[in-house]
C-alpha cells in the first residue's frame, strides 16, 4: 500500500529552527510537496522536489532523498505566523498526490 | 487574477437528504480534484477529472458522484448524506502538463450532516 508518515506534532520556538520530516512509500514517484496550512485555511502550495537534493526558498527549504523514501522541510527564522499544520504529499505513477495526515507546528514566544 | 471558489462555504443537511456543493475555477486547469478532509486524516481524494466529460473515482468515492459539463466546474452531489460525510471539502485545480502540477484549492466547505 501507499503511506506517507510525518510527524503529528511539533513545538517550536520563535527566531529559531524547526526540520519536519516525511518518510514516504508510494507506488512510484514523479515529485514530492510541501504545503502549508493555517487553520480553518486552504492548504497553498510551499515547496516541490523531484530530483535529490536541498531547494532553498527565502526562510524554508526542502529536502529530498529519492532512495531512503525521505524529505523534509526546514523552517528558519521561525515567527508566529508560521504557526500552521505543514503537509507532505508524493505524486505517485499515476499522476496521483498521496497525501501525508501533516503535522501541526506550534511556535511559541 | 485567476482563482478557485466554492459555494456554499458552510452547509447544514439532514441525514438523506441530497447536497451539491459547487467549485468553480478561473485558471483555465483541466485538472480538477476533490478532497475531504477530516482530523487524523490526510486529504482523501473523492473524485477527479482531467477534462470535460472525463470522470474518475478516487479513494472515497461511495456516496458520492460529480460531473464535468465544462471546464470551470466540477460539482459535487452527496446523494443521500450521511452522517459519516460531515467533514470539511476541498476542491483543487492544476495544470495537465509542463509540471510540477501543483494543485490550487479552493478555500472549503464545511459541511455538517445531522
Known amino acids: 500500500g501507499q503511506n506517507i508518515d510525518q510527524p503529528t506534532e511539533m513545538t517550536a520556538t520563535e527566531g529559531a529552527i524547526v526540520q519536519i520530516n516525511c518518510t514516504y512509500q508510494?507506488?512510484?514517484?514523479?515529485?514530492l510537496f510541501w504545503y502549508q496550512q493555517h487553520a480553518g485555511e486552504a492548504p497553498t502550495f510551499l515547496s516541490y522536489?523531484?530530483l535529490d537534493g536541498l531547494e532553498e526558498k527565502g526562510r524554508f527549504s526542502s529536502f529530498l532523498s529519492r532512495s531512503k523514501g525521505y524529505s523534509y522541510l526546514l523552517l528558519k527564522e521561525l515567527q508566529m505566523k508560521d504557526s500552521a499544520s505543514y503537509l507532505c504529499?508524493?505524486?505517485?505513477?499515476?499522476?496521483?498526490?498521496?497525501w501525508g495526515a501533516g503535522t501541526k507546528l506550534i511556535i511559541k514566544p | 487574477d485567476a482563482e478557485i471558489t466554492q459555494s456554499p462555504r458552510h452547509k447544514i443537511t439532514e441525514t438523506g437528504r441530497q447536497v451539491t456543493l459547487a467549485c468553480h475555477q478561473t485558471w483555465n486547469h483541466n485538472n480538477m480534484f476533490w478532497y475531504r478532509q477530516d482530523l487524523g486524516h490526510g486529504l482523501r481524494l473523492i473524485h477527479y477529472?482531467?477534462?470535460?466529460?472525463?470522470?474518475n473515482k478516487g479513494e472515497v468515492s461511495d456516496g458520492y458522484s460529480v460531473s464535468r459539463s465544462n471546464t470551470e466546474d466540477l460539482p459535487l452531489t452527496l446523494e443521500s448524506a450521511a452522517s459519516s460525510q460531515t467533514s470539511v471539502y476541498f476542491c483543487a485545480s492544476s495544470e495537465t502538463s509542463g509540471g510540477p502540477y501543483e494543485q490550487y484549492f479552493g478555500p472549503g466547505t464545511r459541511l455538517t450532516v445531522t
Open positions: 477529472s482531467y477534462g470535460v466529460q472525463d470522470t
Open positions: 522536489n523531484v
Open positions: 504529499a508524493v505524486l505517485d505513477s499515476n499522476y496521483q498526490l498521496i
Open positions: 508510494t507506488s512510484g514517484f514523479n515529485g
